[in-house]
């Protein structure tokens, strides 16, 4: 719907201002009409906006381009550089923006930080895509080559499809592969739990044979220290005229042996 602000911005004559935009107002402003009332109502409102008390040379109707202006690199527009090409010539433009930069950056008018870099790689990466996909869009825009784009769609080459069947076949035995993974990882988490089960038993036998060990040395070492007590008791208890005494006994025993041999 029309608007003050709209009606202002139309460029209208500012004696007629005020009425215009009141009967204007008054033909759309109809509340709970038909669609064709407001259709009637919309017509009568174009006609006093564009009737014969618009001044349309001082405050002529604007209407968009349907395309952009020409531009050189992406962003600088073609008029700048026609505007200076009769006063400087061909190298004109480039000489006052090169200047003009460096004149910027050496004053610090212009500081080279992190965002200046981000609106380089930004431009930069917006030149080369409209410079690659430009013609593609032209032709998507206009009628003829956005309908013939839609309506007979390119064929897919036969080795592209190819490819594409190939490539749905390696997707297809992934599976085959994710599984296989699974049961390598399960045999190697089995691996090392027998692995660590066998350190157990391997660490628990030995701690035993340790034990048994000790207690076989411990016997060893008490029957040892008994059997050098007795003796050395028995050496002890034994004396000199006993000893002398089974000398004698042990002599006339073989002497008896000998007399019956």
């Not at 992406?74 to 009769?86: H, K, M, Q, R, V």
């Not at 500081?111 to 870099?117: D, N, P, Q, T, Y």
């Not at 592969?177 to 049961?183: G, I, N």
């Amino acid at each position: 719907m029309f608007s003050k602000a709209a009606l202002r911005s139309g460029g209208l004559k500012p004696v007629f201002s005020v009425q215009l935009q009141n009967r204007v107002i008054q033909c759309i402003s109809t509340r709970g009409a038909s669609v064709s009332e407001h259709v009637k109502n919309w017509n009568n409102a174009n006609k006093i906006y564009y009737g014969p008390q618009r001044d349309n040379k001082n405050y002529p109707i604007k209407k968009l381009p349907e395309t952009n202006p020409p531009v050189r690199h992406g962003f600088i527009p073609e008029s700048f550089f026609t505007t200076l090409y009769e006063k400087t010539g061909v190298t004109g433009p480039y000489v006052f923006g090169i200047g003009l930069t460096t004149y910027l950056l050496s004053s610090e008018l212009w500081v080279a930080e992190h965002g200046m870099i981000e609106f380089m790689a930004f431009w930069l990466s917006f030149y080369l895509v409209n410079k690659k996909f430009g013609p593609v869009l032209a032709n998507c825009s206009s009628r003829k080559g956005g309908m013939s784009l839609f309506k007979k769609p390119r064929p897919v080459p036969s080795k592209q499809s190819r490819s594409v069947e190939e490539l749905i076949e390696m997707e297809s035995g992934q599976k085959l592969l994710f599984e296989a993974k699974r049961e390598n990882v399960d045999l190697q988490l089995e691996f090392h739990y027998r692995q660590r089960l066998a350190d157990v038993h391997h660490a628990v036998k030995r701690r035993l044979d340790y034990e048994v060990d000790v207690e076989a040395a411990k016997r060893r070492f008490e029957q040892q220290h008994m059997v050098n007590w007795i003796v050395k008791s028995v050496t002890k208890s034994i004396t000199a005229q006993q000893e002398k005494e089974s000398i004698n006994k042990c002599i006339q025993d073989l002497k008896t042996l000998a007399a019956h041999v």
